[in-house]
């Protein structure tokens, strides 16, 4: 059972436009980690945050945490097809829960 | 920077054998993880070591699954009997730096079951 809703499940947008995916859960988190995944591969941490209301900058995306640390967002501005993915939230101290990921396609 | 590394890549096998996967995780980390992921799911806990101690297993790692870190380093997957069942993504993750709780995941092995 996946604790972590992950919203919307896909998402194509054009290059140059913005985009969020949301991470909700039920569960308040210590932390809540964003994973990028490509296909076959394995998934590629983003960035990790702790702080409830927390925002964090990573050059066109950016990453919030709730207040009450249930839910976080992921922003991304100007999206480039290179941004096209599976992107993952997973909470949890060592043993992560997953969502089941928003499949984000960028088309140039 | 040596990255988790995983072999093999893929694996094809009949129902009924035994698979063994291995995970060398970065040098410095002390922990160990084993994930299984699905088409279109997340990756699931299986199982989780400090050192060589396996300190956690998901009711998921049945009695035909195995684990291993006997050394504290590298760690190996065995799936015994297989089932088309058993056809997914493994994924080994090793956390213990700066950030301990933060998880570095490999590329994977993908298992077939046929």
């Known amino acids: 059972t996946q604790l972590l809703e992950q919203s919307p499940q896909f998402l194509s947008i054009q290059e140059g436009e913005n985009l969020t995916v949301y991470c909700n859960s039920s569960?308040?988190?210590?932390?809540l980690q964003w994973y990028r995944q490509e296909p076959g591969e394995g998934p590629v941490l983003l960035v990790t945050?702790?702080?409830?209301?927390e925002v964090k900058k990573l050059k066109r995306l950016t990453f919030q945490f709730g207040d009450a640390r249930k839910d976080s967002s992921l922003h991304i501005t100007a999206a480039q097809p290179g941004d096209t993915g599976l992107y993952l939230c997973a909470g949890g101290y060592y043993k992560l829960s997953f969502g089941a990921g928003t499949t984000v396609t960028v088309r140039a | 920077d040596t990255g988790v590394s995983q072999n093999p890549r893929h694996k094809i096998t009949k129902r009924g054998q035994n698979v063994t996967f291995r995970c060398d995780p970065i040098s410095e980390h002390n922990r160990l993880y084993w994930y299984r992921q699905t088409l279109g799911q997340g990756p699931e806990f299986l199982t989780y070591?400090?050192?060589?101690?396996?300190?956690?297993k998901s009711r998921l790692l049945s009695d035909r699954f195995s684990a291993e870190r006997p050394k504290g380093s590298f760690s190996t997957l065995e799936i015994q009997r297989t089932e088309q069942g058993d056809s997914a993504m493994y994924l080994c993750?090793?956390?213990?730096?700066?950030?301990?709780?933060?998880?570095?995941f490999g590329p994977g092995t993908r298992l077939t079951v046929t």
């Open positions: 569960s308040v988190f210590s932390s």
């Open positions: 993750a090793s956390s213990g730096g700066g950030i301990a709780y933060e998880q570095y």
């Open positions: 945050v702790v702080t409830g209301g």
């Open positions: 070591f400090q050192n060589e101690a396996q300190l956690e």
